[in-house]
């Protein structure tokens, strides 16, 4: 399974991007697909998570980006989404995608996750 994220760039505070995440080769079916990111010196931190239930699902999100950010999938698509909204200079970060088979309540941790995506920069600017 490969993932391949994109829709990162530079945007200013208070903009909005659209971050996609397609899913190629073998098909694994997930009930876990996430959004993490990373920013420099900093360790891997969890920003939405959406459990796949049937053709809907349940999301989670971190404290940090709740009520700015939005997950979604189009399953017939194989894609997982993260719009954002009203970003902020301390969303600069790289985002990661992942997913994994089966849901886990440790749901935020990384680790967890059994297949990753390669990322893409997001920079926001003051």
């Known amino acids: 399974v490969q993932l391949q994220a994109s829709g990162g760039g530079l945007v200013q505070a208070g903009g909005s991007l659209r971050l996609s995440c397609a899913a190629s080769?073998?098909?694994?079916?997930?009930?876990?697909l996430a959004w993490f990111r990373q920013a420099p010196g900093k360790e891997r931190e969890f920003v939405a998570a959406?459990?796949?239930?049937?053709?809907?699902?349940?999301?989670y999100y971190a404290d940090s980006v709740k009520g700015r950010f939005t997950i979604s999938r189009a399953s017939a698509e194989n894609t997982v989404y993260l719009q954002m909204n009203s970003l902020k200079p301390e969303d600069t970060a790289v985002y990661f995608c992942?997913?994994?088979?089966?849901?886990?309540?440790?749901?935020?941790?990384?680790?967890?996750?059994?297949?990753w995506g390669r990322g893409t920069l997001v920079t926001v600017s003051s």
């Open positions: 959406i459990r796949v239930l049937g053709s809907g699902g349940m999301t």
């Open positions: 080769g073998r098909t694994v079916s997930s009930n876990a």
């Open positions: 992942a997913k994994r088979e089966v849901w886990i309540t440790d749901y935020a941790k990384p680790i967890h996750y059994n297949y």
